[in-house]
Nanobody
Framework: QVQLVESGGGLVQAGGSLRLSCAASGRTFSNYAVAWFRQAPGKEREFVGA????????YYEDSVKGRFTVSRDNDKMTVYLQMNSLKVEDTAVYYC???????????????????WGQGTQVTVSS
């Protein structure tokens, strides 16, 4: 089992940047694929980006491609979400999620992930 804690959220103006962190504890982190999801008020939780267990493959939702970057440091047991050129519509609670999985299939699917953090609020003002 792995525990996840997100940090780095906050209030930023449109066009600005934030870096979220997802710190893991527990099992061998390098066995886990990790994803970021977000949920805006009144909306379903949606996929944002993901990294494979080794960081060799990353996946992004279309609206964040070219603006957001997922990376990981397995020695630090941390996954990052660098968010640039933020838009008002990026406002949401951001969650990281982990799956004990060394493959590359289905990493965009919410059902793939067994472990979730508590979320961190990102608010982008106009």
């Amino acid at each position: 089992q792995v525990q996840l804690v997100e940090s780095g959220g906050g209030l930023v103006q449109a066009g600005g940047s934030l870096r979220l962190s997802c710190a893991a504890s527990g099992r061998t982190f390098s066995n886990y694929a990790v994803a970021w999801f977000r949920q805006a008020p009144g909306k379903e939780r949606e996929f944002v980006g993901a990294t494979s267990w080794d960081g060799g493959s990353t996946y992004y939702e279309d609206s964040v491609k070219g603006r957001f970057t997922v990376s990981r440091d397995n020695d630090k047991m941390t996954v990052y979400l660098q968010m640039n050129s933020l838009k008002v519509e990026d406002t949401a609670v951001y969650y990281c999620a982990a799956a004990r999985y060394r493959g590359f299939m289905g990493l965009v699917a919410r059902a793939r992930y067994d472990y979730w953090g508590q979320g961190t609020q990102v608010t982008v003002s106009s």
